[in-house]
């Protein structure tokens, strides 16, 4: 079936440091991508999505790049900030009968120290 | 004001009880959702709704019944709430995107359950 992998959490850095957040999909046919930030008491916004392969989320200086080959939608940053202290969540959308159902994975705490 | 709108927003409650948790919602988006979160398992669906007239199940829907009263309104009720049934639910609106694919959800600021 469908499904989502982040990697495990915490990732802890310090500021200014280079962000990683590993997120690996199955699906089937060709599904949309999201990434959702979830801040300390707030609902999941969306940080960025992409649609089909090849194609690059970017928003906030975050960017994601849609792999087909790798099944792949890795969440990076160049350069964080302790405000970017919260959870990620990579999620997919598939097509099939046009559901509209977004399927989440676990989620991955990231934590920016000064 | 936000778009989308939990009421309440934390609930303390026993077992057996009645719970009603409400959305309401300003994006004219016809798509509602309810999902519940637990730690280090993500999101999950519970029910979701494409009009008022259209309301289907999720992965996870024993235990909970929604009602949709109006294309802005989504309620999910526990009718007789057990201890795991605690969690953190989330509201969220879509609309149907250009192609009929899901676009871009919106979600509410959550209400954190807690079933004693």
């Known amino acids: 079936g469908n499904s989502v992998t982040q990697m495990e959490g915490p990732v802890t850095l310090s500021e200014e440091a280079f962000l990683t957040i590993n997120c690996t999909y199955t699906?089937?046919?060709?599904?949309?991508l999201f990434w959702y930030v979830q801040y300390p008491g707030e609902g999941l916004q969306l940080l960025l999505k992409a649609t089909k392969a090849d194609d690059k989320g970017s928003n906030k200086g975050f960017e994601a790049t849609y792999r087909k080959e790798t099944t792949s939608f890795h969440l990076e940053k160049g350069s964080v900030q302790v405000s970017d202290s919260a959870v990620y969540f990579c999620?997919?959308?598939?097509?099939?009968?046009?559901?509209?159902?977004?399927?989440f994975g676990q989620g991955t705490t990231l934590q920016v120290k000064p | 004001d936000a778009d989308v709108t939990q009421t309440p927003r934390n609930r303390i409650t026993k077992t057996g009880k009645r719970i009603m948790l409400e959305c309401s919602q300003t994006?004219?988006?016809?798509?509602m959702y309810w999902y519940r979160q637990d730690p280090g398992l993500g999101l999950r669906l519970i029910y979701y709704s494409f009009d008022v007239k259209d309301i289907n199940k999720g992965e996870i829907s024993d235990g909970y019944s929604v009602s949709r009263q109006a294309q802005a309104k989504f309620s999910l009720s526990l009718e007789s709430a057990i201890p795991n049934q605690t969690a953190l639910y989330f509201c969220a609106t879509s609309d149907a995107g250009t192609s009929g694919r899901t676009d871009t959800q919106y979600f509410g600021p959550g209400t954190r359950l807690t079933v004693l």
């Open positions: 994006k004219g988006h016809d798509r």
């Open positions: 699906a089937t046919g060709y599904p949309s």
């Open positions: 999620a997919l959308s598939y097509r099939s009968s046009n559901t509209g159902k977004l399927i």
